[in-house]
């Protein structure tokens, strides 16, 4: 436990919840393993040149400043049933895995690891989300600090709370009210676009990175549930191999779909993540191991 609470700093909004439920389980099951399972630690694979940001290298050294990535358990899950829906070994295949809910990333997984993803050192940074601002000119936040004269809780919670679909649209942090409002709000509609342009623009990203890709797969809240996010991001990705047939896309709504048209040459799966079984997964996993 220990070594959890030194790890507070890195993860302020999760760490000490999770200690205090550990806390209060070890009390009332105290001959009962405890089994801390990370959503960080699929990214762990990820090569220095991915993970280092561009800054003096003793802030890596010294506070441990990197890039670590969120959202692994699901990554890692829905990596796995892309490979056995494909028929092939996940060490054969170069897969990108969208994670799109109110919280928002996209991971390269490329023979079966993931060597990038978008968050970063916290999970504000990558995609545009509900109410966080994704990545950002990390500039512009000083310039408001000054002008707003901001303190620094203030202007933690407009990056994470206030930002985002929200922030763009003024409406809503839930994609599915910015859709209803898209028509006939500007903004809103502007929100739609901007959310679905981040995602295509990782998408390419991480094909050029692993130098191809096989399958594409779209999961969580809005991943699962939204046709027309789903169609927005895989307009002008055929040059990829990505070509989504329009009737099997609209027809997945929550659940396991190949959307692919017959020719494309890259899978584009709906696939619904399951990271509570990951999680109980590697819990048996570790508790076999300590036993």
Request: with cysteine; charged share 20%; hydrophobic share 40%.
């Amino acid at each position: 436990m220990g070594e959890f609470r030194n790890l507070i700093e890195l993860a302020p909004l999760h760490n000490p919840h999770n200690i205090r439920g550990i806390n209060a389980c070890m009390k009332k099951l105290p001959d009962v393993p405890m089994v801390a399972v990370f959503d960080t630690a699929f990214h762990a694979g990820m090569p220095p040149h991915a993970y280092i940001y561009g800054l003096p290298y003793v802030m890596y050294k010294k506070y441990g400043i990197r890039r670590y990535g969120f959202h692994g358990t699901s990554h890692h899950y829905v990596s796995d049933i892309a490979a056995e829906k494909i028929g092939k070994p996940i060490s054969e295949l170069k897969i990108i895995t969208a994670h799109l809910g109110n919280g928002a990333s996209i991971a390269a997984v490329q023979n079966g690891t993931s060597v990038d993803t978008s968050m970063g050192f916290t999970p504000l940074e990558g995609l545009l989300m509900g109410t966080r601002s994704g990545d950002l000119d990390p500039a512009i936040i000083l310039h408001i600090m000054a002008r707003e004269e901001l303190t620094l809780h203030e202007a933690n919670t407009l990056l994470n709370k206030h930002s985002g679909l929200v922030g763009i649209s003024g409406l809503s942090s839930d994609m599915r009210e910015v859709i209803d409002a898209a028509d006939t709000n500007s903004n809103a509609s502007l929100a739609l676009d901007s959310y679905c342009y981040r995602v295509k623009k990782y998408i390419g990203a991480y094909a050029a990175a692993m130098g191809g890709v096989d399958a594409l797969v779209f999961t969580a809240g809005i991943g699962e549930n939204s046709p027309i996010v789903r169609q927005m991001i895989c307009e002008k990705l055929q040059f990829l191999g990505i070509e989504v047939n329009e009737t099997k896309n609209n027809d997945a709504i929550a659940s396991y779909a190949d959307i692919s048209t017959e020719n494309a040459r890259v899978k584009t799966f709906v696939i619904p993540t399951n990271e509570e079984l990951v999680i109980a997964r590697d819990t048996k996993q570790i508790v076999e191991q300590e036993t």
